[in-house]
């Protein structure tokens, strides 16, 4: 499969950064990939949440950290500008598909900043790949990946713990 690979330069004409369309074998699809700061040893993984913007959250954060970390930030397959994949989009494929990433383009265990769903995510890999991993940073995430967890916390709330309008919803017998 054909990718494009677009490099960057810095003011003295050396290549910094590069970014390009991978195929991914985990989901089946075709992801954007972002790296910077390759000559340095120790790698930081970021991973964002939902949304059109995707690795574009960390354009502010990437040029002070590929001043002392090799970094690759990606769009998640099925967000922003990568394509949607064949597979079911769970915690597990989505914790193999980074940890593709860490094996394909960095050396050794790494960093890994997730932010909201990123975040969820990367608390799963660090349960699955502790090997990988040398720190974990989670921003604003809730850490719940299954949507069955945060609706049974829903169900045992007893109507006299929620507010008067919500009260009156669940109180409401459909045969009155």
């Not at 994949?85 to 860490?102: C, D, E, H, K, R």
């Not at 850490?143 to 713990?161: E, T």
Request: hydrophobic share 40%; with cysteine.
């Amino acid at each position: 499969m054909a990718c494009s690979i677009l490099f960057t330069t810095d003011a003295n004409g050396n290549t910094g950064s590069r970014e390009e369309f991978v195929h991914e074998p985990i989901f089946g699809s075709k992801i954007y990939l972002y790296e910077a700061g390759k000559q340095h040893t120790k790698s930081v993984v970021l991973i964002h949440g939902v949304g059109n913007e995707g690795a574009r959250i960390w354009m502010n954060l990437i040029p002070e950290l590929e001043k002392q970390f090799h970094v690759v930030a990606f769009d998640l397959p099925g967000l922003a500008r990568s394509s949607e994949g064949t597979q079911l989009y769970s915690p597990a494929n989505f914790s193999a598909f980074v940890n593709w990433i860490v094996k394909k383009y960095t050396n050794g265990p790494v960093i890994v900043i997730g932010h909201s769903l990123g975040g969820a995510i990367s608390l799963y890999y660090a349960g699955t790949y502790p090997e990988n991993l040398e720190r974990l940073i989670v921003v604003d995430a809730a850490g719940i990946l299954y949507r069955a967890a945060f609706i049974k916390s829903f169900i045992n709330v007893r109507p006299s713990k929620l507010p008067p309008t919500l009260s009156v919803a669940f109180l409401k017998d459909d045969n009155s």
